[in-house]
């Protein structure tokens, strides 16, 4: 079946870039999505990227796609506190979204 | 619109007994789905329904669950007899259609001693 990995942690410092990647194996993926997780919450959208493009800005963030290796980045610019959550990324081809088990990002003051 | 609306936020439950989570979805989304979270197998997709008609239930794990959406403003997923292992963070989230991405609700903590 589809599988989507991520690297489990991730730490950066306050103003830095923050980089999560995210590998899949479902090639027919129409959608690929981000999410974010605070503590005690749900997931909330953050962005997605249709597969036929390769990469969509939306202010602080960028993702990148790589379809040929069905690869998925999310670039945070200039990273806040704020920004201290766990990123899901998630593809969607025939099936419902399926999800990595999440990067958990930390923000050092 | 008020999103997705779960109910309870937290149940704590002893072993055996029954346990039913409730889920709202946004008007108007086509799909309800249910996920489980865990540290150890993150999210997982237990059932999902396209217009009230369950499509896919290949993730309830045992016949102790069961989940049903009698129309298209509610759902519930059950758990008759609870165990210990069930506890974890039961997700229910709408979609609007095929390609929509997914509105999450806040989340059902369930624990079971």
């Known amino acids: 079946g589809e599988d989507v990995e991520q690297s489990l942690f991730l730490s950066v410092r306050e103003g830095d870039s923050s980089v999560i990647n995210c590998t899949y194996t479902?090639?027919?993926?129409?959608?690929l999505y981000w999410y974010k997780q605070e503590p005690g919450a749900g997931l909330q959208l953050l962005t997605y990227?249709?597969?036929?493009?390769d990469m969509k800005q939306d202010q602080r963030l960028t993702v990148l796609l790589n379809k040929k290796d069905k690869h998925l980045s999310l670039r945070i610019a200039d990273t806040q506190t704020g920004d201290s959550a766990i990123y899901f990324c998630?593809?969607?081809?025939?099936?419902?979204?399926?999800f990595g088990k999440g990067t958990r990002l930390s923000v050092i003051a | 619109d008020a999103g997705v609306i779960q109910s309870p936020r937290h149940e704590v439950t002893e072993m055996g007994q029954e346990v039913t989570l409730r889920c709202k979805p946004i008007?108007?989304?086509?799909?309800l789905f249910w996920y489980r979270q865990t540290m150890m197998r993150g999210l997982e997709l237990l059932i999902y329904?396209?217009?009230?008609?369950?499509?896919?239930d290949s993730g309830m794990p045992e016949d102790r669950f069961s989940a049903k959406m009698p129309n298209a403003s509610f759902s519930t997923l059950k758990i008759q007899p609870s165990e210990p292992r069930d506890s974890a963070v039961y997700f229910c989230?709408?979609?609007?259609?095929?390609?929509?991405?997914?509105?999450f609700g806040s989340g059902t903590r369930l624990t079971v001693v």
């Open positions: 998630a593809e969607k081809g025939n099936t419902p979204l399926v």
């Open positions: 008007s108007g989304h086509n799909s």
């Open positions: 329904f396209n217009n009230n008609v369950p499509i896919d």
């Open positions: 990227i249709f597969s036929n493009m």
């Open positions: 989230a709408s979609s609007p259609g095929p390609t929509g991405g997914y509105t």
């Open positions: 479902d090639s027919s993926s129409t959608y």
